[in-house]
């Protein structure tokens, strides 16, 4: 394998202020630091915060909007709806199991895609479609169980995860401990905020367990259908 200094970037993950340089260097060559990176097409903030990587979503979002209103301006609502779904969501939904977002700022600006793309479809700002908050939770819980299920690449988050003390009556027998947090980053990052999802859930979706991640997903997506309604 070989690594690329000129684009290798440096950043170090932590909240507190520190001021010291990290000074990594491959080779002869010293490695740039940065407070901001993408990896993969994800925007990694040296704060662990995902505004970067929101306010990218956004954008790209419009712009693939934009570009189908005037492609299909005489195109019926099953083609505008199929092609919403085909590029837009595919640019809104990317990664959305590994980055999340926690203000109603980053939230209503994703939403205002999706009204503006029903009103071009459906000529109004309601529609059938799910917000991008319910499929951003059955992602968060896809992933919490394939670690939770033992999977080799979320041996890590598997590590981190806990039984609980006691159960209530209401609880199901996979509950998962809660983690105290005291800052809004730690208290809204993915698998904090996913444990409180899961046992939430009810018995009836996680039934036999474990089951196939195929099995498990498709519950899930019924049981939020079902609360919603």
């Not at 507190?16 to 993969?40: C, D, F, R, T």
């Not at 479809?121 to 968060?140: G, L, Q, V, Y």
């Not at 089951?211 to 997903?217: D, E, L, N, T």
Request: glycine share 4%; hydrophobic share 35%.
């Amino acid at each position: 394998m070989k690594i690329n200094p000129g684009k290798s970037k440096a950043i170090r993950f932590t909240i507190a202020q520190v001021k010291n340089p990290l000074g990594y260097s491959l080779g002869n060559q010293k490695i740039p630091e940065a407070n901001s990176h993408k990896y993969l097409k994800i925007s990694l903030r040296s704060d662990l915060n995902w505004v970067d990587q929101a306010n990218y979503t956004v954008q790209k979002a419009w712009k693939a909007l934009y570009f189908l209103m005037c492609a299909l301006k005489k195109g019926n609502r099953n083609t505008k709806s199929l092609a919403y779904t085909s590029l837009v969501c595919l640019i809104r939904e990317y990664g959305s199991a590994c980055w999340d977002i926690c203000t109603e700022r980053q939230i209503n600006a994703l939403d205002q895609v999706q009204k503006k793309a029903a009103q071009f479809t459906n000529h109004t700002e309601d529609s059938d479609w799910k917000t991008f908050a319910h499929h951003r939770m059955i992602a968060h819980l896809y992933t919490l169980f394939k670690a939770y299920s033992g999977e080799r690449a979320w041996k890590a988050i598997c590590d981190m995860l806990r039984r609980p003390k006691y159960l209530s009556r209401a609880d199901h027998v996979w509950k998962i401990r809660g983690r105290k947090q005291r800052t809004d980053i730690r208290k809204y990052s993915f698998v904090n905020r996913t444990i409180m999802n899961c046992n939430q859930l009810p018995a009836e979706a996680l039934g036999t367990f474990p089951c196939k991640p195929k099995i498990f997903r498709n519950r899930v997506r019924k049981a939020i259908i079902n609360e919603v309604k």
